[in-house]
């Protein structure tokens, strides 16, 4: 199951959040492009890492890209 991360850093009294790309880990900007696989939609930071979820959710269905 792939899905976005997020890490929790606790700096004082103030909890800060940090979204993750599904594919790479690198963070996420305000505008993460979504891809659906395997029927859940997860948040990646390009369209490279978009292609690359794409092609191992096809992969891991056993669907051929003939």
Excluded: Y
Aim: aromatic share 0%; with cysteine.
């Amino acid at each position: 199951m792939l899905i976005s991360m997020r890490r929790i850093e606790r700096h004082g009294d103030e909890i800060m959040t940090e979204k993750t790309c599904a594919a790479c880990d690198c963070q996420l900007d305000a505008n993460p492009i979504r891809v659906k696989v395997g029927g859940k939609t997860v948040e990646v930071c390009c369209e490279e890492c978009a292609t690359a979820l794409n092609e191992a959710g096809a992969s891991a269905a056993g669907v051929s890209e003939d």
